[in-house]
Structure formats: structure tokens, C-alpha cells
T-cell receptor, first 113, second 115 residues
């Protein structure tokens, strides 16, 4: 089955700096890679996703890059703000209706004002 | 659109009792529902996959007799934690694939505390 590894487990940055979180996956058939932000006790919130037919996707301060050959993808947050502080999870899925989604271990991001 | 309603949001039960958690798709048909468990400061771990009209598929290490899953209709999947023990205390959350989309929608989660 799919195995997703995520690094770092914790990340502390100064407000305004960039933050990068990296994930690798094992299943070459995976073709959908979402990133979630989770507040304590709440459901994960999708912040950006990418499919395997593109190498990069950007949405304002958030971008995701995908390297299918190396089987890794990264989340980039620029101009970080204190409200970006949360736990972020990457995930991978084959993207079909009956295929499950596996999560990375999570990264606790702290943005210091 | 593509909303999954999960109930209860939190529950406290005595050790040895059973607890049922419901996930209902409100505006779409969920032929598949994924059940995850999340311990404090940890990731979401897939427990099982339920499919409407057939038996659930359990991940390695998850006791199917303890975590009963029923997916009797296209809009309702339930997880019953039987003979709950304090170590079952966790955040349980369901997720369904969104039709015609690569995405997934999550329930709001259930915080289970067994005392």
C-alpha cells in the first residue's frame, strides 16, 4: 500500500519568511496529492491540491510542486503570517472513487510575529 | 456541495460500553466511506474502508470485531466501537470521495473519551 513520509515534523519561521514542507510517497500509481491544514479538534481543511499531470500549482501565497519521477511533492508558503500556524498534512491517493487517501505524519508550523 | 455530516461531535462513555458514530452524506451518494482515527499530536490513520452493500475492508492491526462498520445505504455509514476501553479514546473522522472529482470531503469528527 501507499506510504507517505513528511518532513519536518516541526517548523518554526519568522513572520514574512517562507516555509517549505516536503513529502515523499511510495505508490507510483498515486496521482492526486492534496495538502490539508488542521486546527486542533477540527476536520482537515484542503488548502491546495495537485494532480499528476502538472508539476506545479499556485494559489496566492501557497504553492505545491510535484516531481513524479522522484515521487516527492512539496508545499511552499510565502510571506507567512501568524494565522498560518497550524498542523499541515500531505496526502496521496490514486484518485479514483474507491481508492483511499494516506496521510503524512504532519508538520506543526509556528509563525512567530 | 459534497457535505458529510458526522455525529456525535463528542461522546464520553464508560469502559465496556459501545458507541456508534454516524456519517451521512447530505447531497451526494457516498458509495465509499473511509474511517480514520487520530490520536493526539498524530496523523490521521486509516482504519477501514466501507463500501455500500458489501463488507468493510480493514487495515492491518484494526480489529474488525471491535470496530464494526456498516454501510447499509448510499448516504449512511456507521462505525461502532464495541466494548470500548480507555485506549480507544481518540478522534474518529470519516471521509468520502467526492463524485466526479479527485477530492475528498470530511466529516467534522467525533471526539471519543472512554472513562
Amino acid at each position: 500500500g501507499e506510504n507517505v513520509e513528511q518532513h519536518p515534523s516541526t517548523l518554526s519561521v519568522q513572520e514574512g519568511d517562507s516555509a517549505v514542507i516536503k513529502c515523499t510517497y511510495s505508490d507510483s500509481a498515486s496521482n492526486y496529492f492534496p495538502w490539508y491544514k488542521q486546527e486542533l479538534g477540527k476536520r482537515p481543511q484542503l488548502i491546495i491540491d495537485i494532480r499528476s499531470n502538472v508539476g506545479e500549482k499556485k494559489d496566492q501565497r501557497i504553492a505545491v510542486t510535484l516531481n513524479k519521477t522522484a515521487k516527492h511533492f512539496s508545499l511552499h508558503i510565502t510571506e507567512t503570517q501568524p494565522e498560518d500556524s497550524a498542523v499541515y498534512f500531505c496526502a496521496a491517493s490514486r484518485g479514483k472513487v474507491n481508492n483511499d487517501m494516506r496521510f503524512g505524519a504532519g508538520t506543526r508550523l509556528t509563525v512567530k510575529p | 456541495g459534497a457535505v458529510v455530516s458526522q455525529h456525535p461531535s463528542w461522546v464520553i462513555c464508560k469502559s465496556g460500553t459501545s458507541v456508534k458514530i454516524e456519517c451521512r452524506s447530505l447531497d451526494f451518494q457516498a458509495t465509499t466511506m473511509f474511517w480514520y482515527r487520530q490520536f493526539p499530536k498524530q496523523s490521521l490513520m486509516l482504519m477501514a474502508t466501507s463500501n455500500e452493500g458489501s463488507k468493510a475492508t480493514y487495515e492491518q492491526g484494526v480489529e474488525k470485531d471491535k470496530f464494526l462498520i456498516n454501510h447499509a445505504s448510499l448516504t449512511l455509514s456507521t462505525l461502532t466501537v464495541t466494548s470500548a476501553h480507555p485506549e480507544d479514546s481518540s478522534f474518529y473522522i470519516c471521509s468520502a470521495p467526492v463524485p466526479a472529482n479527485y477530492g475528498y470531503t470530511f466529516g467534522s469528527g467525533t471526539r471519543l473519551t472512554v472513562v
